[in-house]
């Protein structure tokens, strides 16, 4: 197992860190095999895979039983998972949740918005805290690009710099323009991890059905490798095609 101590490492040494959002067991271990720095079972397994209308609809028992799943894929890499919304109402709320999910067999927890005291807590216990800055689903309605004017873009650069004081591991941080994500990796020695936030953080994380192309939406910011949804689609007409005779 990977330790967080080894990202400040990649990033010092200018190596960029991978991330992906992960379900299951099966894409856990496609992502192991290959090395993925971050496996990271995201809140977005609401949407993504358990069909609900938003992130914020998921269940801390939910996350925990999908955490297990991934948790039986990983063997090498480092494992990362959100703080559902529903488990986020009080730090002693959180701690439990980050107490449950390690449990589960997690390195780390994702919390997101500025919440120091969280990192303060989580440093003196066994799991790793990972911020969330820049467009925060669990909090901002819409998605929309975040700290876009000089006096927004100071404000994350500050909060940054005081979560990691507080003691995170990490950031994500998701749409900010990137020149703003570059004077924030700049800024801090833990790493930065981007989605929608340029080229120049210390690393990217991608949703895996952005990656795969599981949906048939494409976002600007993915990095869409294949069309999985054109070849299970294909793979099922095929199948009835061929029952068919
Ligand atoms: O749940 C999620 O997919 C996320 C993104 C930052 C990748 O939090
Ligand atoms: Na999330």
Redesign the pocket.
């Known amino acids: 197992m990977k330790q967080a101590s080894t990202f400040s490492q990649l990033k010092h040494d200018g190596i960029k860190i991978s991330m992906l ?1 992960c379900y299951d067991y099966p894409s856990a271990k496609i992502q192991d095999a290959c090395g993925i720095d971050v496996i ?1 079972v ?4 609401a949407t993504n895979v358990l069909g609900y209308a938003h ?1 914020n609809d998921l269940s801390l028992e939910e996350m925990r039983h999908h955490v297990r799943a991934v948790a039986r894929g990983v063997e090498r890499s480092y494992l990362l998972a ?1 703080i559902p919304f529903a488990a986020s109402s009080s730090l002693a709320s959180i701690m439990d949740a980050a107490d449950q999910l390690r449990q589960d067999g997690v390195d780390g927890v ?1 919390v997101e918005g500025f919440k120091p005291e969280v990192f303060e807590a989580l440093a003196q216990s066994e799991v790793d805290g990972w911020a ?1 800055l820049g467009f925060t ?1 669990q909090l901002i309605e819409k998605p929309s690009m975040q700290a876009k004017d000089d006096e927004s873009a100071e404000r994350l650069v500050d909060e940054c710099l005081k979560l990691e004081a507080a003691g995170a591991v990490g950031v ?1 941080l ?1 749409l900010v323009p990137g020149l703003v994500a570059q004077r924030v990796s700049q800024a801090l020695k833990i790493p930065v991890i981007g ?1 929608g936030a340029g080229l120049h953080c210390d690393g990217q ?3 895996w059905h952005d990656l795969i192309g599981l949906e048939t939406r494409v976002y600007k910011h993915a990095f869409r490798q294949c069309d999985a949804h054109a070849a299970q689609t294909e793979a099922v007409k095929a199948y009835i095609r061929l029952i068919a005779d």
């Open positions: 959002t990271f995201g809140d977005s397994l992130q959100d994702k969330h689903p994500i998701e989605i994380v991608q949703v």
